[in-house]
Nanobody, 120 residues
Framework: QVQLVESGGGLVQPGGSLRLSCVAS????????MTWYRQAPGKQRELVAA???????NYVDSVKGRFTISRDNAKNTVYLQMNSLKPEDTAVYYC??????????????WGQGTQVTVSS
């Protein structure tokens, strides 16, 4: 009933930039904190960035100063601007959010993921 769809991944050289987008759709009443996770081959999925419904961001130390999370509540969309990309940023990036549905039930929703590859 609620879906998150990511886009914007691709291949970029070290030092380059990408902007990821994640759009929520469906029977949405409200969205709480929106987050970006990533998972590299053979590694655990890790939280990269989070943003509250009021726009307050938090980041994992490894991306501070390079990544910026933002959201547009009117569009039910969260973004991740990634600058100064490094090979170690290579991963599948997922968005996630707790969503209150029109039926007033809170559900945890994940996107399908988008591949980011940083390589020369």
């Amino acid at each position: 009933q609620v879906q998150l769809v990511e886009s914007g991944g691709g291949l970029v050289q070290p030092g380059g930039s990408l902007r990821l987008s994640c759009v929520a759709s469906g029977s949405i009443f409200s969205i709480y904190d929106m987050t970006w996770y990533r998972q590299a081959p053979g590694k655990q999925r890790e939280l990269v960035a989070a943003i509250t419904s009021g726009g307050s961001p938090n980041y994992v130390d490894s991306v501070k100063g390079r990544f910026t999370i933002s959201r547009d509540n009117a569009k039910n969309t969260v973004y991740l601007q990634m600058n100064s990309l490094k090979p170690e940023d290579t991963a599948v990036y997922y968005c996630n959010a707790p969503v209150k549905t029109i039926a007033r039930v809170i559900i945890d929703v994940w996107g399908q993921g988008t591949q980011v590859t940083v390589s020369s």
